[in-house]
Nanobody, 122 residues
């Protein structure tokens, strides 16, 4: 059974940092493009970052570029999102997702975690 579990969310002041983790099970992780998405209350889920199978290629939403860094450890089957210079507008439920294509579109991702809450206070 494929499973992804996010952790590392919490409450932080504006300007602070958090590191999210996403632990994957089985062989799906190392064979998948991985992405981070987020959903704020009353909003649609949106793309945050994507990383290729090897970890060499990464992509970011304009809103987080220069502040967030996505990385992966294929030995530990773990995906990371380092978030610096956090803003109140970064407040959302953050999800990791696995797919077979390098994409910024939700529909391209087949497996999802249950999410971890990030709250940034002003």
């Amino acid at each position: 059974q494929v499973q992804f579990v996010e952790s590392g969310g919490g409450l932080v002041q504006a300007g602070g940092s958090l590191r999210l983790s996403c632990a994957g099970s089985g062989r799906t992780f190392s064979r998948s493009v991985m992405g981070w998405f987020r959903q704020a209350p009353g909003e649609e889920r949106e793309f945050v970052a994507v990383i290729s199978l090897s970890g060499v290629t990464t992509g970011y939403a304009d809103s987080v570029k220069g502040r967030f860094t996505i990385s992966r450890d294929n030995v530990k089957n773990t995906l990371y999102l380092q978030m610096n210079s956090l803003k109140p507008e970064d407040t959302a439920l953050y999800y990791c997702a696995a797919g077979s294509r390098y994409s910024t579109y939700l529909i391209e991702y087949d497996y999802w975690g249950q999410g971890t809450q990030v709250t940034v206070s002003s």
